[in-house]
C-alpha cells in the first residue's frame, strides 16, 4: 500500500496538481477532458488502438501465442447494466474467438482514467486470453488440465500482465498510468481488509472506510466489495499473491541465470502446463531454470 501510494502522489505532483490525493481523485473522476467518446464504437476503437500499440512488444515477450482468434465486442444490452468488463474464452478449436466484452452503458461518461490499459492488459492481451488460449489449446495436456482453473495462477498471471505496462509501450500518459495505479492498490487493499475481517478483528464498518479512505471508490462500490470478502474468505487475495510470486520467481532466475534468462522463454514456460496451486509452479519452474544454467 505505501509503494503504491507513494507512487501515486508522485504521479499528482508531476502533473502539477494542487491537493492531496482524495482530490485528485476526484478531478479524475469528473473533469470532462477525460471524457471524450461519443458513440460506443469510439470507446471500442480506444481498446483496438491499445491491441494496435502493444503488437510490436509482445512478439519479444512471447515466444509462443494462442491460434484461438480474439475480438473485443461490446456487452449485450440485455446485461450491460449488470455487467463488468470481462473475457469469455474462446473453443479450443478456434471456432469461436476469446471476447474481450466492454460494457457501454453511456459512451460519454467513459473515463480515460479508469485504467483502460491496465483493463485490457488484465483481461484481454496478454492477461487471460494468452493464459486461458494457450492451456485449452495445449491437446498434450489431460483434458482436466486442459480446462482447468486455479484463481492464484490465473488471476495471478492476468494481474502481473498488468506490471507489464510499461515495457509493453503503455502508461506513457500520467492519467492512464494513474488508472493503472489505480486498480492496482485495489488489489493490495484486500491484503488488508481480507485478513482484517477474517483474522483481525476489523468490522465491516472499518473495512468500507479503509477502502473508501485509500481509493477512489463510492460507498455502494466499496459496502460491495467488502461483502464479497466477508462471503469468500481469501478468493480476493489471490490476485496479488500469483502477481507478487510470478514476480518473484521472474527477479530470482534474471539473478540466478544473468545474460542466460531469456524474458519470452520464461512467460512460455510459465505458460505452457496451464494453471497450476502455485508451489507446483514455483517447482516446475525452479526445474526450467536449472536447466537454462
Given at each position: 500500500m505505501?509503494?503504491?501510494?507513494?507512487?501515486?502522489?508522485?504521479?499528482?505532483?508531476?502533473?502539477g496538481f494542487k491537493g492531496d490525493l482524495k482530490a485528485f481523485f476526484g478531478y479524475m473522476k469528473t473533469d470532462k477532458k477525460f471524457m471524450p467518446y461519443k458513440t460506443p464504437e469510439d470507446?471500442?476503437?480506444?481498446?483496438r488502438d491499445i491491441q494496435k500499440r502493444i503488437d510490436p512488444n509482445l512478439k519479444t515477450m512471447f515466444g509462443r501465442t494462442p491460434k484461438t482468434p480474439f475480438e473485443i465486442r461490446q456487452t449485450e444490452a440485455f446485461r450491460a447494466a449488470s455487467a463488468s468488463a470481462e473475457y469469455n474464452q474462446?473453443?479450443?478449436d478456434g471456432s469461436r474467438p476469446g471476447i474481450f466484452y466492454v460494457p457501454i452503458i453511456d459512451a460519454t461518461t467513459f473515463n480515460t482514467t479508469s485504467g483502460f490499459e491496465s483493463l485490457f492488459l488484465h483481461e484481454a492481451i496478454p492477461g487471460h486470453h494468452y493464459q486461458i488460449s494457450l492451456q485449452q489449446e495445449n491437446e498434450g495436456l489431460p483434458k482436466f488440465r486442459r480446462f482447468a482453473w486455479f484463481g492464484a495462477m490465473?488471476?495471478?498471471?492476468?494481474?502481473?500482465c498488468e506490471s507489464l505496462g510499461k515495457e509493453l509501450g503503455?502508461?506513457?500518459d500520467p492519467y492512464q498510468y494513474m488508472g493503472a495505479l489505480g486498480d492496482e492498490i485495489h488489489r493490495?487493499?484486500?491484503?488488508?481488509?481480507?485478513?482484517?475481517?477474517?483474522?483481525?478483528?476489523?468490522?465491516?464498518?472499518?473495512?468500507?472506510?479503509?477502502?473508501?479512505?485509500?481509493?477512489?471508490?463510492?460507498?455502494q462500490g466499496a459496502t460491495a466489495e467488502i461483502?464479497?470478502?466477508?462471503a469468500i474468505p481469501g478468493q480476493a487475495l489471490s490476485y496479488k499473491i500469483g502477481a507478487l510470486k510470478i514476480r518473484e520467481l521472474r527477479e530470482k532466475y534474471k539473478n540466478q541465470l544473468g545474460s542466460k534468462f531469456n524474458l519470452a522463454a520464461f512467460h512460455?514456460?510459465?505458460?505452457?502446463?496451464?494453471?497450476?496451486?502455485l508451489d507446483v509452479m514455483e517447482s516446475k519452474m525452479d526445474a526450467w531454470a536449472n536447466k537454462m544454467k
Open positions: 505505501k509503494r503504491i501510494r507513494t507512487e501515486m502522489e508522485r504521479i499528482k505532483d508531476s502533473v470507446v471500442l476503437n480506444a481498446f474462446g473453443s479450443p490465473g488471476e495471478g498471471w492476468a494481474l502481473y503503455l502508461y506513457t493490495a487493499i484486500r491484503l488488508v481488509v481480507d485478513v482484517g475481517i477474517h483474522l483481525k478483528g476489523m468490522t465491516r464498518e472499518e473495512a468500507i472506510k479503509y477502502m473508501m479512505e485509500n481509493e477512489a471508490i463510492s460507498e461483502e464479497r470478502y466477508m512460455d514456460e510459465l505458460l505452457k502446463d496451464g494453471v497450476m496451486p
